[in-house]
């Protein structure tokens, strides 16, 4: 189930949301609970034991972890329980694209392929194997005291707004909020208006641009013209952001309404002036993750510079690998491992020279061309359309003729950019981190309502073609 | 101060919640009437839940779809989501229809016959496209000359397509980014003149008509002809039908015109549009016509095979007073008339193509590219062998199929095993079909432009018995 579709707008939401608070304050995390493993089940219906399996077992071994006093018996068991669940991540992601090119290199041997039967791919597990790692670390490290309680537990892997597409909820961030959370009405209020707005971005704003994208990707990509390429790119990298963007503030926003903070997980990552403050920005739960969970126990920069860059390419590769398991992913974790190495060479240097303006627009431009190797999954299709990026050919007319779409890529630029004029960033402040006034409430109320109805009426009307007569 | 506040606030938090119960609610309930949407689609049906379509996720695609076409207020939904892209983009929401200049209406597919040959859904090569419309032209005309022997005139009609009409209002900017290619249009009506083909071809008359006639030829929110110069053209075709077969036919005593709001088949396009508000359109102009009543005059059979144009004839037309029955195979692909609502491929070929004094085969410009439709290829096949010499060719079909295609023949054997029949009936079933599209292929005397000399020997008899006999009404 995903947050834009019918099922969960008009009947899984208002249902669980009445429930919820019908229910008295001790039931509620029962309830929502409850709810999240309905929301996995309708999703996943295969995957649900295995969710529910392997978050019994991490619990007791963590408990375990956590009751030893033995350095080496902590140890083991801490490896155990992050062994068990990048096993299972590495089962089910990583299986099928390891035995095909194992399979793939045994034919140039002329050797015979292994038979494999195709493993299928549990929705959110990148998220809750990471979820549960830190729940690991976090208790080995004694930065948290584990759950007392497995339901507790529970809740915090399989939380239904946060469970299929992050953010990534460190441990020690929300084990205090699960336990007691204290909950005001006006903060529930903003809670649902920042739903709304995630619910527009991915609505109104991504899956416009997605669908014209997915349509110009569809063609021939040698003979593309090279300004309909750059419009394609761009109209990508701004559906990327707001479709991803726009789910973590569904997830902020939900659980907002419940009395949860998540993190943030994006900040205006398009304004970044380095490929190094872009990942600052972008997927900032991943980034924090990485940083505290990979790169820091490699040696982080507290060691040589030959080091300080491997670590960094790991990280990269790791990241590349996180996002899907094919060859595009890796190298575009590599690409982004290339320009932070080649920052931290000198490259920074240069950004500072040229300015601010000029740093941003060079950093959106290796991200973008960045992006197309993360689209287009068939490698030397990535190449022939990044060579179609740089060909300078405009020989022939552009073929998107929807004045939809142009408006909807303006607009998504001007948001994407906004904040670096004060009068976005004012904007951004008020909407974001404004307590509002009663007065203000309510205006913002009846916006969102209509941005809401607004919202269902383009996720139905859209693809909503009927013919006069039926055609054959 | 603080209860008061939280009031406040619960109130807006609970209201949230009741809008979206009201969706729910509607969905549900259906307890608003609304007016309902326009337009031909499928609708999702009621998913059951069952462990297995749970399990594979088909339940809940399917509940996702239907709730989709079951969402409570989605009419109004959609309608203003419709009118908010018409009128801030001046786009349409219907991938089939484009605005035009002056919001005018045009089917996609028109549009982009205008800029290209159709043809390209199926081939890039010019030569090809060629030699597929050379195929359908030469059988169209040894079926035309085949019917002749037994007093059956098969003629062509096409009419003309807005894009043709009134190419002022196209869209701007409309480009493929590739050659023409060859449009059917172009390619038919030059061979048609050389093979001395009976054809009537509304294009040239209607571009020569605009200028002249004080009614437009197309409506601005419709995708056929106007109603009036539907009527027009059918009275043309009426005489030609009676030139053709030298026939005394009933004649049309057309009344007065008069102006009204645009309606019915002039309006299709902005009804399917599902717009909130209507488009402004100036006011139509339509005519009453009668048949004239004449003792004399013959009732012959008529049956129509092509596109939606001749819906038209079927509204405005009173086909039952000129035709003693009139039936419309629509693109050959369901009957209408007699037998109503039937198939093609359910009916006995062989007295359908003899019951008929006329066959019309109607079509745009558009839509000519395949005004073969299979009923061509078909016909041609069933004028030259009876029954028992294609079920002949069939058993060696079979034999084939079950020595030299193992595929095929696997496959049959499965389709046998699923539909409970013998995989000889499966392989007749194949060998029919291939037969009715592509004759040429497994009867190589009808190949070539060459007439064939076989005939089917049961179609006399057949004919003899639906000859018309002239009615004194």
Known sequence: ?472 | MTAMKDIFYKILFFSTIAVMIIFLVQTVTGVVKLEPLHGAVLEAEKPKPTLATYVDGSFQENTEQYLRDHFGFREWLIRYYNQYLWSCFHETNNATIVRGKDNWLFEELYVRNHYESLMYDYTNDTSEMKKIFEKEALRLKKVQELLKEYDIHLFVVIAPSKDEIYPEYLPPNFSYNRPMGVRAYDYYTKRFDELGVDYVDFVPVFKNLKNTVDYPLFPQTGTHWTSIASVFAFDSILHYMAALGNQNLVDLEIGEKYQAKTRDFDNDLETILNLARPIKTPTNWYVDLKAIKDSSAVKPNLVGVGDSYFWHFIYYIPLLDIFQKSTYWYYNYIIYGDPENTSPLDVDIEQELMKPDYIMLIFNPTTLYKFSCYYLPRALLHLCYDKTVIDSVALDFSETIKLYKPTWYKAALEKAKETHQRVEDVLYEDALYMFRTEPEQYFKELEGSKMPTSRNKDLKAIRNKCIFAPSNE
């Open chain 1, 1 to 472: 189930m995903v947050f834009s579709s019918n099922v969960f707008l008009i009947l899984f939401l208002p249902i669980f949301l009445l429930c919820y608070f019908a229910c008295p304050k001790k039931g509620r995390n029962i309830v929502l609970l409850l709810f999240s493993v309905i929301f996995y089940a309708y999703g996943a219906p295969t995957f649900i034991l295995l969710l529910l399996g392997s978050t019994v077992i991490n619990f007791f071994l963590v408990r375990w972890l956590y009751k030893s006093e033995n350095v080496v018996h902590k140890k083991l068991l801490a490896g155990l329980a992050i062994a068990l669940s990048l096993g299972l991540l590495g089962y089910f992601k990583y299986a099928n694209f390891f035995v095909d090119n194992l399979n793939a290199l045994l034919e140039v041997f002329g050797l015979k392929p292994f038979a494999f039967a195709k493993v299928l791919l549990p929705i959110g597990i990148s998220f809750f194997t990471f979820q549960s790692i830190t729940y690991v670390v976090d208790t080995y490290r004694n930065v948290h005291q584990p759950m007392e309680r497995l339901t507790d537990y529970m809740l915090y892997i399989i939380m239904f707004p946060q469970l299929i597409a992050g953010p990534i909820v460190r441990y020690c961030d929300i084990a205090d909020e699960i336990r007691h959370r204290e909950q005001h009405w006006s903060e529930i209020l903003q809670g649902f208006y920042r739903f709304v707005i995630g619910l527009s971005k991915k609505i109104l704003i991504a899956d416009v641009l997605g669908r014209q994208v997915d349509t110009l990707l569809a063609g021939d990509l040698l003979t593309m013209n090279s300004g309909v390429a750059w419009i394609t790119i761009i109209a990508y990298t701004m559906q990327l952001y707001f479709d991803f963007s726009g789910y973590s503030d569904m997830a902020i926003g939900l659980g907002k309404m419940l009395g949860f903070h998540f993190p943030e997980n994006f900040d205006n990552p398009y304004n970044s002036a380095s490929v190094s403050e872009f990942w600052r920005r972008w997927h900032i739960t991943l980034g924090t993750f990485m940083r505290n969970y990979l790169y820091i126990p490699l040696g982080g920069n507290r060691c040589s510079k030959s080091r300080m860059y491997f670590n960094l390419w790991v990280v990269f590769l790791h990241s590349g690998l996180w996002h899907g398991a094919n060859w595009n992913f890796i190298l575009w974790g590599a690409y982004h491992g290339f320009w932070l190495v080649l920052e931290r060479m000198g490259l920074a240097k240069v950004y500072a020279k040229i300015g601010k303006i000029p740093s941003v627009i060079l950093t959106f431009l290796i991200v973008t061309v960045g992006w197309a190797i993360f689209r287009i999954e068939n490698l030397p299709d990535a190449f022939t359309f990044i060579s179609r990026l740089f060909a300078f050919d405009f020989h022939a007319l552009i073929p998107i003729r929807s004045i939809h779409f142009y408006v909807t890529l303006c607009i998504a630029l001007v948001f994407a950019f906004w904040v670096l004029s004060s009068c976005g960033k004012r904007v951004q402040g008020f909407l974001f981190y404004t307590e509002f006034s009663k007065k203000q409430h309510l205006v913002v109320w009846v916006l969102s309502i209509l941005l809401f109805v607004f919202c269902l009426s383009a996720l139905n009307a859209t693809g909503f073609s009927p013919f006069i007569y039926f055609r054959f």
